[in-house]
């Protein structure tokens, strides 16, 4: 079993910065990928990045591309996900995902563990 806990939203203006972290604890190992997704209301949840734990290979969607960058400390067993020139559109909860696999999917169901999420708002 692996648990996932987020940390780092909060309310920031457009054009500011954030920086989430996923804590991972219980069974984690280099066979894992993990992602960050994200929901806004009333939408739903769509991936935003993902980092394969072992040979650190990033994606990222389209929209966040050249703004967010994933990564990944071993030591701590934590994920980051910094958000630099952050819109309103990304306001949403992000949430922090694992999945048992050694590659990156944006397909929501195959991540098995996920965390509480961290709600992130961008005021205009």
């Known amino acids: 079993q692996t648990q996932l806990v987020e940390s780092g939203g909060g309310l920031v203006q457009a054009g500011g910065s954030l920086r989430l972290s996923c804590s991972a604890s219980?069974?984690?190992?280099?066979?894992?990928?993990m992602g960050w997704f994200r929901q806004a209301p009333g939408k739903e949840r769509e991936f935003v990045a993902a980092?394969?734990?072992?040979?650190?290979?990033?994606h990222y969607a389209d929209p966040v591309r050249g703004r967010f960058t994933i990564s990944r400390d071993i030591g701590e067993n934590t994920v980051h996900l910094l958000m630099n020139s952050l819109k309103p559109e990304d306001t949403a909860i992000y949430y922090c995902?694992?999945?048992?696999?050694?590659?990156?999917?944006?397909?929501?169901?195959?991540?098995?563990?996920w965390g509480q999420g961290t709600q992130v708002t961008v005021s205009s």
């Open positions: 995902a694992a999945r048992r696999a050694p590659s990156y999917s944006e397909y929501v169901p195959s991540y098995e563990y």
């Open positions: 219980g069974r984690t190992g280099e066979s894992y990928t």
């Open positions: 980092i394969t734990w072992y040979t650190t290979t990033t």
